[in-house]
């Protein structure tokens, strides 16, 4: 590589960017210091938003459990990806367990059960959702649902309750 290419190789881009290509999202904390971010979702369960794109359905979080136990059952209509950051989980309908460091690829229409063992006290991971989560009994009925709309009410109802605002979780948002 020749100076006059390694110069180049350091300039950064110079043509302006697209107008719709939107606003980047940086969160330095992505594990707050401040546990009012999380957002409860069940009984010793809670989310933190990393980015809520509204305009492409999809969300990525942090999933934080603090108990033992199943913690739901779902399906979804597009992939779903995920990262366990602290502690480990597992699926009834698979033979392998999710463990710190570990990454997970879900397939589209798969319906599974989320256990997290009776020895882990707490449990972090990061998933990216696409769509939405369709939760079912064992024999597939419909129970609920969530998608980045619910997220988005989820948030905006506990930002509000604890005295950061409802706008909070716009930062979020794309």
Known sequence: ??????????MPYQLAMPAE??????VEHAIPKDDRIWVPQAENVWFRPLCLN??????????????SGVLSRHRHPNPVHGMVLKGRWHYLEHDWVANEGGYVYEPPGETHTLV?????????????????????????????YE??????????????KIGLGADYVDQFIR
């Open 1 to 10: 590589m020749t100076k006059d290419s390694q110069d180049l190789a350091k």
């Open 21 to 26: 290509a939107g606003r980047d999202i940086v």
């Open 116 to 144: 997290v063992p009776d020895d882990v006290e707490e449990m972090i991971t990061m998933f990216q959702v696409n769509g939405v989560m369709y939760y079912v009994d064992p024999w597939g009925k419909h129970m609920g």
């Open 54 to 67: 509204a305009s492409q359905g999809y969300w990525v979080n942090l999933l934080k459990v603090r108990k």
């Open 147 to 160: 998608d980045v709309f619910t997220k988005i009410d989820m948030c905006r109802a506990h930002y509000d």
